[in-house]
């Protein structure tokens, strides 16, 4: 008895060998019996409605969508750059690297990598003279020749034995990096334990990896340019932004004073009280006054700023002209219950210099000293004093006043910013007066100190060449 092979699931049979019994297929019926009912079929369903897919996100083609989030492409690029100089390492079998560009003083130094040291820095702006270890002559002439240059043994070839970074070398690789050919700059490559370390099987790799380098170093460069151009235009905006609020302060303050008492006035006279009508015309004169002058100072130092005002080189009394200032802010002074004292003046003080601009120097410090200050002492005193020999005057005031911070010195003589900006400030102030009087005293060829600290006043301290006639 034999068994056949049967596909259809079900178990062989068993046959005889001259009379085989086919196999029936396993969904046939064992009998003739009528099959079995089928169950009733559910209600048809209506097809699910088909949902929208959301499109899949564009990948974007920006530099930033490769670099993960809190990295800046400068990073990615430093460490691309990290890893071609490793790669360079490991290739040439080299103990140090060097990866010199072309800049603006000549070839210098953006990368540097040392085995022993274990030293790798990328992005780097340093002159070759700061690397005492690296053969300037060597460098200078591969970047003249492009031609490669390898010494298999420092020790026989006498081509740059004069230099003495190669001392201590045994093997050296210098090659040109090229780029549409022109010189981007020079790779070196030095090992100190082994000669003929550095064939010319890899040189073309080598080439290839410096290349890499160095456009790495440019991206990475070009990163951080464009990321403090864009700084500067944020800080640029900010300072528009500011100027134009406090402009519009300062404009818009005496206009309202001017419009107010204007109307304060028209009542005045419609009722017959012409006794009110001379402390609301003093008022107007005062805002008018302010309105003058914070435009006459702006376009002074517009003028400045373009390089148009000359000094003038006049016979001035210098003692007069400090009076004449003191006196114009005892009414403030007063107002604020502040003592304004002048020491006594030096006789027959004349000497040659622009009395426009010592005068704006005098009145600014002075009036400055004044506002800042509330029920205390203001201190004006004039001297001649010699500087290297030659006549300057030195104007020294001292205040009892708010003072100020060693952190806002700094930007005390940057133009239309006041160290008080915000809209409740006390003090009024455009920030022109003084930045203009810093630069007239720069003009005249002298300087304005400031020594200050807050709570307990300042001092500002002007001198000024002093020619004598």
Excluded at 164 to 182: D, F, K, N, Q, T
Excluded at 326 to 348: I, K, M, N
Aim: glycine share 6%; proline share 9%; aromatic share 4%.
């Amino acid at each position: 008895m034999s068994f056949r092979t049967c596909t259809s699931g079900q178990p062989p049979r068993p046959t005889t060998a001259g009379a085989p019994r086919p196999c029936l297929p396993a969904c046939a019926p064992s009998s003739p019996a009528s099959p079995r009912p089928r169950p009733p079929r559910c209600p048809r369903r209506p097809p699910p409605t088909p949902r929208r897919r959301a499109p899949a996100p564009r990948r974007s083609t920006s530099p930033r969508s490769s670099a993960a989030p809190g990295r800046s492409p400068a990073s990615w690029s430093s460490t691309a750059c990290c890893a071609l100089v490793r790669t360079v390492l490991e290739v040439a079998g080299a103990r140090r690297c060097f990866v010199l560009l072309n800049g603006d003083g000549g070839l210098q130094i953006a990368a540097a990598a040392d085995v022993a040291r274990e030293r790798l820095d990328v992005l780097q702006s340093r002159a070759m003279s700061e690397e005492p270890g690296l053969p300037q002559s060597l460098v200078h002439f591969v970047a003249r020749t492009r031609r490669d240059v390898v010494l298999g043994d420092v020790a026989v070839d006498h081509d740059f034995a004069g230099d003495p970074a190669l001392a201590g070398v045994r093997s050296v690789l210098c090659a040109p990096i090229l780029g549409h050919g022109e010189l981007l700059g020079v790779l070196y490559l030095d090992n100190d334990l082994a000669p003929h370390t550095f064939g010319s099987g890899r040189l073309a790799l080598l080439r290839h990896l410096a290349a890499q380098i160095a456009t790495s170093i440019d991206n990475a460069r070009l990163y951080e340019d464009l990321a403090r151009a864009r700084d500067a235009a944020v800080r640029a905006d900010r300072l528009k932004t500011r100027f134009l609020l406090n402009m519009s302060h300062e404009l818009r303050t005496p206009l309202n004073a001017v419009v107010g008492y204007a109307e304060l006035i028209r009542e005045s006279a419609a009722e017959g009280d012409l006794a009110a009508i001379d402390g609301d015309t003093e008022r107007i004169r005062r805002a008018a006054a302010r309105l003058v002058r914070t435009l006459t100072h702006i376009l002074e130092l517009s003028r400045v700023e373009a390089d148009v005002v000359q000094p003038a080189r006049v016979p001035v009394d210098v003692a007069t002209l400090v009076r004449e200032a003191v006196a114009h802010c005892e009414l403030e002074a007063r107002a604020r219950g502040d003592a304004l004292t002048l020491a006594p003046l030096p006789t027959a003080f004349v000497c040659l210099t622009d009395p426009a601009m010592l005068a704006h120097c005098v009145h600014t410090l002075v009036d400055n000293a004044v506002r800042f200050t509330d029920r205390g002492r203001v201190e004006v005193r004039l001297a001649a004093i010699a500087v290297h020999d030659l006549p300057w005057l030195e104007l020294r005031v001292a205040d009892t006043g708010v003072g100020i911070a060693a952190a806002d010195l700094p930007r005390l003589f940057v133009a239309f910013q006041p160290l008080d900006d915000g809209p409740t400030r006390s003090h009024e102030g455009s920030g022109v007066s003084l930045a203009l009087a810093h630069r007239f005293a720069r003009l005249l060829g002298g300087d304005i100190e400031v020594t200050s600290a807050p709570g307990r006043g300042s001092t500002f301290v002007l001198r000024v060449p002093a020619p004598r006639m």
